[in-house]
């Protein structure tokens, strides 16, 4: 096995989930070229400096004309690649058309339930995505089928940080009067695929949160992260909360950002890309709102974190959501709806587990 691609389109989070994968194949095939492709400029970020990379194409698919996009996958023909890998979740028809265009010899896709007779053209092995297990694990299970095995003693995100990213965290920190603090971190957005912003926690909850939070502990400072696709969020949230103890750190990039993420003592969203960064970075108290989207494939690659449960969603995670390309099922106010209903005094009561104890009213 000598030159190896791992095709990571889906999304920044789902890259960041098949670094172990890369980690695995560099310890079986030291020898090896060892590329990824992904989408997103941001996954591509969370890939730069790793080494177990050769190189890291990028090409954004979905922004690009098809005739673009064409050219692209078939101007890497000309690496001929041994093997690629769809790591998964890549249930869109669309990622086994790229990995057909760019042609390795062998091309290795989970089966999703939207397979049918034109997968049998575009990939030459499969195996069945278990719902039931981490997608690190349902990425690991690749291993066998080229003739590898698993290594690592177990599977974690991988992100190597600069110098330059650590020592801006830290610098923002001494500026705002935060070093040593310890402090809450909130992602509130929720992707801007098909319709995964609607499963968004409502911003008025997280405004009442807030609120509340500030009012029982003063002395919490709480740091509002986001990405381009989030700005409108943020504006809203700025401005019905700015001053106090509420920050909105403009992060240079998603590195930045990780290395931020890195020192907070507490971090709570839903599942996006900054749900697996807090995973990655290991903050100490990791809240998880539940969402029907929230299956065992994408938690938190960790065992020491909270979801706080959500009434509506109740265990039923597949009924919402698969991946087979298919947005979650339901009406928007139907989503919006079961969002709602994760209370603010559920999140609250979840948080104050961690948090001093409330001063005595005067």
């Not at 070229?33 to 050769?54: C, F, K, S, V, Y």
């Not at 009561?349 to 005595?360: F, M, Q, T, V, Y």
Request: charged share 20%; net charge positive.
């Amino acid at each position: 096995m000598n030159d190896i691609l791992v095709i990571a389109l889906a999304g920044i989070g789902d890259t960041l989930m098949a670094t172990p994968l890369l980690h695995e194949l560099r310890l079986n095939f030291p020898g090896a070229r060892i590329d990824a492709l992904t989408m997103w400029p941001g996954a591509a970020a969370l890939l730069e400096g790793n080494p177990h990379l050769d190189t890291l194409h990028q090409h954004h698919f979905l922004k690009s004309s098809r005739f673009a996009s064409v050219r692209f996958a078939l101007g890497m023909r000309h690496h001929r690649y041994d093997v690629s890998l769809n790591a998964h979740p890549q249930g869109r028809h669309g990622y086994r058309i790229i990995a057909r265009l760019i042609g390795a010899k062998r091309r290795l896709s989970h089966t999703y339930e939207n397979a049918g007779w034109l997968d049998r053209h575009l990939v030459t092995d499969t195996l069945p995505q278990d719902y039931t297990v981490h997608a690190a694990e349902n990425n690991a299970r690749f291993l066998p089928l080229i003739g590898a095995q698993r290594r690592l003693p177990r599977l974690a995100y991988e992100i190597y940080l600069s110098a330059v990213e650590t020592t801006w965290a830290s610098e923002y920190l001494a500026h705002h009067g935060l070093e040593g603090a310890r402090w809450l971190g909130i992602h509130a957005g929720s992707g801007g695929t098909k319709n995964l912003a609607l499963r968004r926690w409502p911003l008025a909850h997280y405004v009442e949160l807030v609120t509340r939070l500030g009012a029982r502990h003063p002395e919490l400072p709480v740091l509002f992260f986001g990405g381009p696709e989030d700005r409108a969020a943020q504006a809203e949230l700025f401005g019905r909360l700015r001053g106090g103890r509420v920050f909105f750190p403009e992060c240079p990039s998603i590195r930045h950002a990780a290395a931020l993420v890195e020192r907070a003592h507490a971090f709570l969203s839903v599942d996006t890309a900054f749900m697996h960064l807090a995973a990655a970075m290991q903050v100490p108290h990791q809240f998880v709102i539940e969402t029907p989207t929230l299956n065992p494939c994408i938690m938190p690659l960790r065992e020491d974190w909270v979801r706080i449960p959500n009434p509506a969603v109740a265990g039923r995670h597949l009924d919402f959501y698969r991946y087979d390309g298919r947005p979650i099922a339901g009406t928007p106010e139907e989503i919006r709806r079961l969002m709602e209903g994760v209370t603010v005094d559920a999140v609250a009561g979840a948080l104050g587990k961690i948090l001093p104890a409330s001063r005595p009213q005067s």
